[in-house]
């Protein structure tokens, strides 16, 4: 009696465990068959378009979850790291002529301004102390000050431009570029921002004007702004032609 009792369970327990294993194998060969299918896929922008696709639809969800009234924790000046990371050269040649440079603010075709640094300064300043974060993985506890973008947009006339659905903006030598959403641009913390801990930004921070925009992840956060432009299709977007989220945000 007992020794039947084992033997049945003992082929039980084998059934159960081909079962199990065959249940694996499958799972495994069904895993392979998709990343081969997921492999095959054209790319578009950069990325397989399944992949793509989610990133787009991702993008629809949270911009409509998105209000310009949130703000991003801030922080008091004491928490501001003093060393601050240099991530990302594209765009940061080091020929480049302080003395000409000039914001070239495009309202329309055949309609652009040429603004200097000290036009731009002598607009209300806003500070900025917040937790950058690259999608790399880190981030940083930083200190900055600008005028803010929507600000700036009252006191230069743009109120048909920042209708438009994007900005995008470029460095003076065209080698990066970014193309952001103007309900963000229109966001209370960001700013054109020409300071960092107190004093003129470093060369290699984007000096003489960067972008600060803590609803999204550094990628975004362009130094050295040479043309800023308005459109309603997505400008151009160097990490987006590499495979990232367009959105970007956080
Ligand atoms: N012109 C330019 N701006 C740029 C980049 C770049 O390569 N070139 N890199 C971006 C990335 S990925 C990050 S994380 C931040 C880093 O800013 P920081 O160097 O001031 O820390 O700058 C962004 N802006
Ligand atoms: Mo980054």
Redesign the pocket.
């Known amino acids: 009696m007992d020794q039947k009792e084992k033997v049945v369970s003992e082929k039980y327990i084998r059934n159960k465990t081909i079962v199990a294993f065959g249940i694996f194998v499958i799972l495994i060969i069904c895993s392979l068959l998709a990343w081969k299918w997921l492999q095959n896929q054209p790319r578009e922008e950069g990325a397989l378009r399944p992949l793509r696709k989610v990133l787009n639809a991702n993008e629809i969800v949270f911009q409509n979850l998105y209000s310009t009234g949130n703000l991003s924790k801030v922080y008091p000046a004491s928490k501001a790291a003093p060393r601050?990371?240099?991530?990302?050269?594209?765009?940061?040649a080091d020929n480049f002529d302080t003395a000409s440079w000039r914001l070239k603010l495009t309202r329309s075709p055949g309609d652009t301004l040429f603004i200097t640094l000290d036009d731009v300064k002598k607009l209300p300043k806003t500070e900025v102390i917040f937790d950058?974060k690259?999608?790399?993985g880190w981030s940083?506890v930083?200190h900055w000050a600008g005028v803010r973008f929507s600000e700036f947009a009252k006191h230069y006339g743009l109120n048909d431009q920042t209708k438009s659905l994007y900005t995008g903006l470029i460095?003076p030598d065209q080698?990066?570029y970014v193309g952001i959403d103007t309900k963000s641009m229109m966001h209370d913390q960001t700013i054109l921002c020409y300071e960092?801990n107190g004093k003129p930004l470093p060369m290699?921070?984007?000096y003489p004007l960067?972008l600060i925009i803590p609803v999204k992840?550094?990628?975004?956060?362009?130094?050295?702004i040479g043309t800023m432009y308005f459109s309603n299709s997505r400008p151009k977007d160097?990490?987006f032609e590499r495979g990232y989220d367009y959105y970007c945000g956080l």
């Open positions: 601050v990371r240099v991530n990302g050269d594209a765009g940061l950058f690259c999608i790399e940083q930083t460095t080698e990066y960092m290699n921070q984007g960067r992840y550094g990628v975004k956060h362009l130094k050295r160097y990490w």
